[in-house]
Structures are given as C-alpha cells and as structure tokens.
C-alpha cells in the first residue's frame, strides 16, 4: 500500500481515521502491518502491500 494512500484512508465501518503500525516497509509502501481504528477497535491487516479493507464480519467468509 502506498504511503500516501494509508495518509487518506478511512475507516470503512465508522468513516473515522486510521492509525498507522508498520511492521515492515520501504521508500514509497507499506509492505506489513496493520492500519487501526481508534473509534471502533478494528484493526485492517496490510500483507504484501495490500490492505483489508473489509469489515471483520465479511473478512473471512470467503
């Protein structure tokens, strides 16, 4: 994920912002970590520079 999309992403569920906790990065991504809601206690895995973005309750139906 690009470090200046994760500066503008919102929360899906409550439109709140996000809070960066990178695990693993480089110059221009994010390459490992979590983006957190503060309002709803949620945390969006990143993996392999791709953020889930979906909500908990459909994030592993499939």
Do not use: H, Q, T, W
Not at 33 to 55: D, F, Q, S
């Amino acid at each position: 994920m690009k470090k200046n999309i994760a500066n503008i992403i919102i929360c899906p569920v409550c439109r709140n912002d996000l809070d960066k906790k990178i695990e693993k990065e480089d110059e221009e991504s994010i390459i490992a970590g979590n983006l957190y809601c503060k309002k709803c206690n949620i945390y969006y895995p990143v993996e392999n520079k791709i953020a889930n973005m979906l909500p908990p309750n459909v994030r592993y139906i499939f």
